[in-house]
């Protein structure tokens, strides 16, 4: 399976931006997605994640009511794109965004992971900058 990250940029405060993770690989598995990111000199931490089935979400409180995250509609059976929408975004949201991926075909359609040891293929990342 491989994942690509697309999307970021730069925007001004309160501004908002699309970062979508393109999933393709095996038609005969279902993975849960996350995304993460990272600051200079600050750990890698979790934004936000996303069943297999898309029907369960959960963020980060830092992102919680600000940014969406959600499955587009899957060009074919092995390809499925997540998509992060971010809006009210504030210079602390700077950040190199990595999208991830776990094979939950067997752990049902609910689940899904916020630590970033869970996942086991990771995207190249993404740059978002806001600034003041």
């Known amino acids: 399976v491989q994942l690509q990250a697309s999307g970021g940029g730069m925007v001004q405060a309160g501004g908002s931006l699309n970062v979508s993770c393109t999933v393709s690989?095996?038609?005969?598995?279902?993975?849960?997605v996350g995304w993460f990111r990272q600051a200079p000199g600050r750990e890698r931490e979790f934004v936000a994640a996303?069943?297999?089935?898309?029907?369960?979400?959960?963020?980060?409180?830092s992102v919680k009511g600000r940014f969406d995250i959600s499955r587009g509609e899957a060009t074919n059976t092995a390809t499925n794109t997540v998509l992060l929408h971010m809006a009210s975004l504030t210079p602390e949201d700077t950040a190199v965004y990595y999208c991830?991926?776990?094979?939950?075909?067997?752990?049902?359609?609910?689940?899904?992971?916020?630590?970033?040891?869970?996942?086991?293929?990771w995207g190249q990342g993404t740059q978002v900058t806001v600034s003041s």
């Open positions: 991830a991926a776990k094979d939950s075909t067997y752990f049902g359609h609910t689940s899904y992971y916020v630590s970033p040891d869970e996942y086991g293929i």
């Open positions: 690989g095996r038609t005969n598995r279902r993975y849960a």
């Open positions: 996303i069943s297999w089935s898309g029907m369960i979400v959960d963020y980060a409180a």
